[in-house]
Structures are given as C-alpha cells and as structure tokens.
C-alpha cells in the first residue's frame, strides 16, 4: 500500500485518506482539493488505458476523480432499458471498473450525470417527461429532446438512475453537467410545468417573455426555487442511498449572467453547498483575471473554509474554435490555472477523451499541480486582506440588466474589477444582502450600476454610510426597485447629492451608444505646458479635487457616453461636467458647439461618490486608460488611508492578498501582455517595490518568495513590511509570517 491509505466499510461507503489520523474526521468533500477528469466520448470503452491514466493520476497528484457515469449516456450496464449505453460499451463496466481503481488508489469518486436531455425513443416512451414550446411540440438539441425539471424524470428517472449506481460502485457524489434544465430564453408549457405553476401561483403560464409581466416575473422566481428544490431533493436521495458524505453538487458557471440564464440562485445555492463544482474552463473577455475574481465571488457566498475545483480545460479552448483533440498553449492553460488559486480555486485537470495523438496536454498541469500540493496551507482557509468591496448582484442582474447583462450589469462590475487591478488596490466581491455582515472589514463600497434595489438593501447601503464608510455608485444604483421597476428618483438620492433626470425610461437604452462626447473637469487649470489661448478666454486657475490627481495637464477628458440634466443638492461638489457630442468628421466640423454644459459628470457628495458617466462600463469595454485612472483615483479616494498595499514597478499585475493566523498571503499574477488570445510565452517584470500593511498581531520578520525560492528580510515601519520581489515571470507567492 502506499502513503495513501484505503479503507472500504461496509457498502455505503469508502474513505479514501492520505494521513490515517485524519481518516474519521475530515470528509472528503474537506479534504480532497486536487481533481482531475477524463470526460469520455461514447468511443472510449475500447481505447481506456486504465493502468496509464492510473499512473497520471498519480503523476498529477489527484485526490478525486469525475468519472462519466450515466444520464444521456450510461458507461455501465444499467438496469434501467431508457438508459442509452455508450455505443462502445457493450457489456462492460466502465465506470464501475473506473471506480475501483480510483478507491484502491484512495481517491475520491465523482460520478458524472447529464440529465438535460435524452434520445427519441426515450421520449416516445415517456412523452410527458419532456418540455415543450407553446404549440405544444418538443424541445430539442440537435437529435435530442430535452428533458423537463418539473416532470418524473427528475423526481423519478433520476434518482432510480443514481440509486442504482450508488449500490454498484459507491461513489463519493455526484456532479451533473446540465442538471437545472432548459435555459431562460425558452418557457416550458408542458402539462407538468402549467400545472405546478398554476398550483404554486394561481396564473396561467406566462405567454412570452415580457419583464414587465408580474406573471413573467413570478415565474422567473419559481424557475429558480425549483431548481434550488431539485438541489436539496437529489442530496436526499444520495444521502440516503449512500450515506451522509454521498453528496450531490451538480455543477455551477463561475458567470452571474450565466447563472441567471440557468435560473440557477447564486446565494441559495452556494449557501448549501458543501463543495462547489465548477464549470468555468477558460477566459472570456475580462481576461484571465476573471478566474480569481470568480473565486473571490463564491468563497464570498460558499464560505473560505469549503472548497471549489474548477474544470480547467487542457485542451484548445478560448478562441473561436473548441480543439478538443488538441494540446492548449500551456502558456494560456497555466495562466487560468494560476489565477484561479489567486483566487482560492482548486485545481482540476480536464481531458475530453481517453485517448489523445496530442500528447503534450499530459504534461501542462502537473508542475502546477505540485505546485498546489506543496503550498496548500497558503491556499485554504485564509480571508481577502482587503478594505474595498465590489459589490454584486443577481438579482439586479435580473431585473435590471434582463436582456442585456452583458452591457448593463457585467460591464460596469468588470470596468472597476479592471481598474483596480490595474491599480493595485485589493478589493473583495461582496454579494449585495452580505453588506451588513462584512460592513466591518471594509472602509469603502462601490455599487456598479446596481440599479435593481429593494428597500432593505438601500437601508443596508444607507447604515454602512451612517457607520462611517464611503460610498462609490454609478449609473442607475437604486433607480429601480427590486422588480426592476423605476423609482421616480435614485433611493439613495440623498446620499448621493442628485437627483434623477426627468427622462429615467430612456437609461436601460442609451448604454451601448457611443459618441464623441467629453468630460469637462472643473476647475480648469493653467498647465506646466502651457497651450495656445482659445479666442479671448483665458484658462482659469484653481485648485482640484484629489479625485482628478494626474490630470493637471488636460481640462477635458474623453467620455463616450450621453448625460441628461439632473438637480443636484446644494453644498455639493461636481468635478466634472458634461461636454455634449459634436462631429468627428469631416475633420473640418471637429469643433465643440457647447464646450460647456452644467450636467453633472461625477458628484461628490461628503463621503458618497456618484459617477452618472458610465465610465465603469466603458473601461471594462474599451480600456481607456483615463478611465481606469479616474476609476481608481475614486476608490483610492473613498478608501481613504485604509488600502493595505502599495506596488512600484511596471506591468499589469494581478495582486491579491490574504489572512491566515499569523500569516499573510500575497499572491502576484504577471498578467502583462496577455491581452492576446492565446498566450504563448511569460514576459517577466520586475523588480517590485512592495508596501504591505501587516495585521496588528503579525510582526512580521521574514517574507518568503516562494515561486523565486528565496527569503527576504522586510523593512518594518509603522505596521508596514516593505520589500522588493526582483522577477516575476508568471506569478510569485508571497509568505509574510
Ligand atoms: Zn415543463
């Protein structure tokens, strides 16, 4: 037997342990932080090399294993005849096979599920299982017909199917690929779903999708509390079936809009969970960033003592095209993989097949694999060391962003996650009914166009404000109610000094447009180099506000956006006024025709900042460095003397930083030139000149390096360790103790 010891009891279920004093305590779904899986096609039954992926396994120091098991394909001869066996399978027992060396191996076992949809004769056999459009035809997905949440395929087929490959094979839990059904964008009238929702409303189905419907409305929040039933309704069966520990955790996107989309309940749902699985292999546009920000998000909700491996894709993903055959640039996958441990994401391997002519995709994880297993204490159980949190929604994602999230609430969050990065301020998602309970840990709030507001939520804004915090809102913060109604004027109008404009039905419209408009900033100065005089008026001279530091040699800055007139309270400040657009072309025609406007570009009001330009959304769309400038200059301005770090030196630069007893945790991501999609080589920077302000009882003598391999001595000055990191090349983990 080797270090890892096995031991199987009983038939319920089997403990896998890598230290045997921790045997009885610890569950799994504690303890087992490296994953990895081999997601087959129905081919692999004939080609599994199970004695060399055992070998992998090891290789990359896994502690779990998802394996393919059944749903819209069985890899194990079920009893059950609907029950589509792999075209390869014949008789065999794959994922039984599968599991027994993961437990001889003392790993745990995932059993894969994808109970979205089935093929035809499954549906000619139970036609009432199925969803169906409103001429009453069947959904489908290419050859397949897909299934309905609300139908006894998911109170019955399901279970029975999960039950039975409980007693063969005894697995830890299951994950389910596309467990919540079918997606918004479509309504479901079959029998079942009109009559649940006639019992649990007293309406009829909504007709079509309309926001503005009550009866839509209410069924976008019965959509949700069913799937949140399915979660603890299939936790039932396999607790039941194989014991306590036998959880199911389906599988969960790292994106809120994709959640919504799924109606799949951020906060019920991640509050449940005991381990969360998650689905979210390669970045988007937000670039590879996005992964530690996502884990930031759900350890937020999930809790930073559970864990959260994430499908990370080995395979040609990010561009246009899916390689599913083919070796990712390493480069690009260990970037994801990189930024999702800043982030306090676990590692999980992912293969589509267990066959590859690709062979170099077995070598990308491992190093960072290892790299996870030797510094695990730094990566479990730790709280961002933060003051700033981002906050965020889904239910404004709903009832304000409807549509168009992409615009109106993932832009704006993404334009100040942008700039803070970009500034080296750590900040921290905070989920928007979570702002009470964190109120004590952060000095400064930013409310990203988080329009959708219910009356509680603005009181908990309002006591955050009346304890002493500082407030950063923009756009249409508080303009809607919590059903996406509009309020005739911003709930937190008096807070933010302004007041609405007349016009608030034209907002959710105006947000793509993009026009040459302009911010004028007030006062405008006489500059060090001074330009040519415009006519016969001469530039004034005065003294700035701190929110507009850098910009002393222009008085105007590029916007983008339109303004509308709105009243602002008296004793006020507005730093910046709207210049309205004019033509870019022919050139001849580039002259501004009202270079001055009194319309309010940015409101300061005491300690509260109300930003109507859009430049959040603006910034995480076209990446003005002016806007990510300003951005920053407010939040460094709301947070006051409470950012716990300063980094000198070039380059873009992921830093997140955390607590642990006695310890601080710095991770640095050399995101610099990534912006191309897919990476193919790390450009170091370096040297770093780092600030970082340590916990009142961390005296801290000694940092590590631990990437560089080296020990530095701090600087120790008023609570502050300052010292130098001289390279980084893809990322360094920085160990105050
Ligand atoms: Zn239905």
Redesign the pocket.
């Given at each position: 037997m080797t270090r890892r010891n096995f031991i199987a009891t009983g038939s319920a279920a089997l403990f896998f342990v890598r230290d045997p004093a921790l045997a009885d305590s610890t569950p799994w779904y504690r303890r087992a932080c490296r994953w990895g899986q081999t997601n087959i096609t129905e081919k692999d039954p004939v080609r599994y090399d199970i004695a060399w992926w055992r070998d992998y396994w090891k290789r990359t120091y896994v502690q779990g294993v998802i394996i393919n098991a059944g749903g819209i394909v069985a890899y194990y001869p079920s009893k059950f005849p609907l029950h589509h066996r792999a075209e390869f399978l014949g008789d065999r027992d794959l994922f039984g096979e599968l599991s027994e060396a993961a437990h001889q191996d003392g790993l745990a076992v995932l059993a894969r599920m994808d109970s979205n949809r089935v093929a035809e004769n499954f549906y000619r056999s139970h036609p009432d299982w199925f969803?169906?459009n409103a001429s009453g035809d069947p959904y489908r997905a290419d050859d397949k017909y897909i299934t309905?949440?609300?139908?006894g395929y998911y109170d019955e087929y399901i279970p029975d199917v999960m039950r039975e490959i409980i007693q063969r094979s005894h697995p830890e839990g299951f994950t389910d690929n596309s467990w919540s059904g079918l997606a918004r964008e479509s309504i479901?009238?079959?029998d079942?779903?009109a009559r649940k929702f006639r019992d649990g409303t007293g309406h009829a189905l909504p007709k079509k999708h309309d926001w503005s419907d009550s009866t839509y409305r209410e069924w976008i929040q019965w959509n949700y509390a069913r799937r949140v039933a399915i979660w603890d309704q299939n936790n039932r069966v396999t607790k039941a079936a194989g014991g306590p520990d036998c959880l199911w955790i389906g599988m969960n996107s790292g994106s809120i809009t994709g959640q919504s989309r799924s109606f799949r309940d951020c906060k019920a749902i991640w509050e449940r969970a005991e381990i969360l699985i998650l689905d979210h292999q390669a970045r988007g546009a937000a670039g590879f960033q996005e992964n530690a920000d996502t884990g930031k998000l759900i350890h937020g909700i999930l809790g930073w003592d559970k864990l959260m491996p994430e499908s990370m894709a080995m395979y040609g993903t990010g561009g246009r095209t899916n390689f599913r055959m083919a070796n990712k640039p390493p480069a690009e996958a260990r970037m994801w993989m990189i930024e999702g441990f800043a982030g306090g994401i676990q590692p999980w391997w992912h293969h589509v097949a267990a066959y590859h002519e690709d062979r170099r995709m077995y070598k990308t994880a491992e190093p960072l694999m290892r790299f996870y297993k030797d510094n695990e204490r730094y990566l479990l159980n730790r709280r961002p060391w933060a003051t700033v949190g981002l906050v965020w929604s889904q239910r404004n994602t709903d009832f304000y962003g409807q549509d168009n999230t992409a615009e109106l609430t993932d832009l704006p969050y993404r334009g100040f996650m942008q700039a803070m990065i970009r500034a080296r301020i750590p900040y921290t998602p905070i989920h928007i009914d979570n702002i009470a309970p964190e109120a004590r840990n952060l000095k400064a709030l930013i409310l990203p166009a988080i329009g959708a507001m219910s009356e509680p939520q603005c009181a908990a804004v309002r006591r955050f404000v009346d304890g002493g915090g500082s407030l950063i809102a923009t756009g249409p913060t508080s303009l809607y109610n919590e059903w996406g109604d509009a309020r005739t004027d911003f709930r937190l109008a008096d807070l933010f000094g302004v007041h609405a404009p007349a016009n608030v039905s034209a907002e959710r419209k105006s947000t793509p447009q993009s026009q040459q408009t302009y911010l004028r900033l007030s006062p405008e100065l006489r500059a060090s180099v001074p330009g040519p005089k415009a006519g016969d008026e001469p530039a004034p001279i005065g003294q700035r506000h701190a929110v507009l530091r850098g910009f002393e040699e222009t008085d105007i800055l590029p916007y983008g956006g339109v303004l509308e007139p709105m009243r602002v309270d008296a004793g006020v400040i507005v730093p910046m006024t709207f210049v309205p657009p004019f033509p870019a072309y022919p050139p001849e025609t580039a002259w501004m025709r009202q270079p001055k406007t009194d319309i309010p570009g940015l409101v300061l009001n005491k300690r509260v900042a109300y930003l109507p330009a859009d430049l959040d959304r603006r910034y995480g769309r076209e990446n003005l460095p002016d806007h990510g400038d300003l951005l920053a200059n407010l939040v460094r301005w709301a947070a006051g003397d409470s950012v716990p770090l300063e980094v000198r030196g070039p380059g873009l630069l992921d830093c997140n930083v955390y607590v642990q007893p006695g310890r601080l945790v710095m991770h640095i991501v050399n995101l610099s030139n990534t912006g191309r999609i897919p990476i193919d080589e790390y450009l170091p920077v370096g040297p770093l000149s780092i600030r970082l302000k340590l916990p009142k009882d961390l005296p801290s003598r000694r940092v590590r390096l631990v990437v560089s391999g080296v020990t530095v001595t701090p600087k120790i000055q008023d609570a502050w360790a300052t010292f130098k990191v001289d390279s980084v090349v893809d990322h360094e983990l920085v160990i105050l103790e």
């Open positions: 969803t169906r309905c949440v609300n139908s479901c009238y079959c079942n779903c």
